[in-house]
């Protein structure tokens, strides 16, 4: 079976590696006579709007594909690139939908570390070239009631403080000439900093099924498919890709000698069983907040707003196999 690829490259991710690295990508495919189409992201969303045209376009061919080849959409970039790359193909909402492949260059690379890829950009291209068939893994859902809006995630939707911090870190006036010398993590720890202190608890109610849990003082809520967020930190060690679940991390405001230990520990994956962090292990949950509280999905800023949403899961077939 032959397979072609469709690669949205963003250019732009991690501080701009993906463009400088391009070339010897490049070079990998075609010593190898792999059948691609290139096309470039040039705005926030354009990746989106790329892959659900791809999608709608080729529609016909995956509902009869003996006499095609397999269409494969390969995003390289970062996270939010995989994150805008699935969700433009989660629109188009195929009864076949097409597989999706990753190439991690962006900054934190997240969803690779999730699924056990290589970091090595030469072996996570042989981990999509060398896949011979689909491999479904489960992604996360969400529906905001109070804003009538659904979407799909790979890696987290976060709530509060590491939601806070990617705000932070891109409306910083020195994120721009920090990307330029490619050290835009730097904008990252100055925000990390900023928000520990500056954060402040907030409501939660968590619905589970019949059950019902209040927080008064939340910190951080993630939803996570997977155990990594904020570039390789263990939120949730138990989550798995291929288990049909979300865990649910919240860990509510303590002083700042206690928020420094939960750190400490949560650094080292060993922060679950602290009385002031909760976990929970379902299929699916609503969470609710009264107040404006910053949003994360996928490491891609969500804006401040009210919390009223349901997530949940589904399986969606990805072209890598992190085996090989």
């Given at each position: 079976m032959s397979v072609s690829y469709y690669i949205i490259l963003n250019e732009f991710a991690g501080s701009g590696n993906a463009k400088k690295i391009w070339p010897q990508i490049k070079d990998a495919l075609d010593e190898r006579h792999v059948e691609y189409e290139i096309v470039r992201s040039a705005y926030s969303g354009h990746t989106r709007l790329l892959a659900r045209q791809f999608a709608k376009q080729h529609s016909d061919e995956q509902n009869n594909?003996?006499?095609?080849?397999?269409?494969?959409?390969?995003?390289?970039?970062?996270?939010?690139?995989?994150?805008?790359?699935?969700?433009?193909?989660?629109?188009?909402?195929?009864?076949?939908?097409?597989?999706?492949?990753?190439?991690?260059?962006?900054?934190?690379?997240?969803?690779?570390?999730?699924?056990?890829?290589?970091?090595?950009?030469?072996?996570?291209?042989?981990?999509?070239?060398?896949?011979?068939?689909?491999n479904w893994l489960t992604i996360g859902t969400y529906f905001d009631a109070k804003k009538q809006t659904k979407g799909v995630f790979t890696n987290n939707i976060g709530i509060g403080f590491d939601a806070a911090v990617v705000t932070s870190a891109n409306s910083a006036k020195s994120k721009r000439w920090l990307n330029h010398f490619h050290v835009g993590t730097l904008s990252y720890l100055a925000a990390i900093i900023g928000v520990f202190y500056n954060q402040t608890a907030f409501p939660l109610t968590v619905h589970i099924g019949q059950h019902r849990d209040i927080y008064p003082r939340a910190y951080l809520v993630t939803i996570t498919n997977h155990p990594y967020f904020g570039g390789g930190v263990k939120i949730a060690p138990p989550a798995s890709v291929h288990d049909p679940n979300l865990d649910l991390v919240v860990i509510e405001k303590s002083n700042i000698f206690k928020l420094l230990f939960i750190s400490l520990l949560l650094s080292m994956g060993r922060h679950l069983k602290l009385k002031s962090v909760h976990h929970y292990h379902v299929n699916k949950l609503h969470v609710s907040v009264s107040s404006i509280e910053y949003g994360q999905i996928d490491g891609e800023e969500m804006g401040g707003r009210y919390w009223d949403t349901y997530f949940g899961i589904k399986q969606y077939p990805f072209w890598i196999d992190p085996t090989i």
């Amino acid at each position: 079976m032959s397979v072609s690829y469709y690669i949205i490259l963003n250019e732009f991710a991690g501080s701009g590696n993906a463009k400088k690295i391009w070339p010897q990508i490049k070079d990998a495919l075609d010593e190898r006579h792999v059948e691609y189409e290139i096309v470039r992201s040039a705005y926030s969303g354009h990746t989106r709007l790329l892959a659900r045209q791809f999608a709608k376009q080729h529609s016909d061919e995956q509902n009869n594909p003996s006499n095609q080849p397999r269409h494969v959409v390969l995003a390289i970039g970062g996270d939010g690139t995989l994150h805008q790359a699935l969700s433009g193909l989660d629109d188009a909402q195929l009864d076949q939908p097409i597989p999706i492949a990753y190439l991690p260059v962006g900054s934190g690379n997240d969803f690779a570390k999730g699924i056990k890829m290589a970091s090595q950009w030469r072996k996570a291209l042989d981990q999509v070239l060398n896949c011979t068939s689909e491999n479904w893994l489960t992604i996360g859902t969400y529906f905001d009631a109070k804003k009538q809006t659904k979407g799909v995630f790979t890696n987290n939707i976060g709530i509060g403080f590491d939601a806070a911090v990617v705000t932070s870190a891109n409306s910083a006036k020195s994120k721009r000439w920090l990307n330029h010398f490619h050290v835009g993590t730097l904008s990252y720890l100055a925000a990390i900093i900023g928000v520990f202190y500056n954060q402040t608890a907030f409501p939660l109610t968590v619905h589970i099924g019949q059950h019902r849990d209040i927080y008064p003082r939340a910190y951080l809520v993630t939803i996570t498919n997977h155990p990594y967020f904020g570039g390789g930190v263990k939120i949730a060690p138990p989550a798995s890709v291929h288990d049909p679940n979300l865990d649910l991390v919240v860990i509510e405001k303590s002083n700042i000698f206690k928020l420094l230990f939960i750190s400490l520990l949560l650094s080292m994956g060993r922060h679950l069983k602290l009385k002031s962090v909760h976990h929970y292990h379902v299929n699916k949950l609503h969470v609710s907040v009264s107040s404006i509280e910053y949003g994360q999905i996928d490491g891609e800023e969500m804006g401040g707003r009210y919390w009223d949403t349901y997530f949940g899961i589904k399986q969606y077939p990805f072209w890598i196999d992190p085996t090989i």
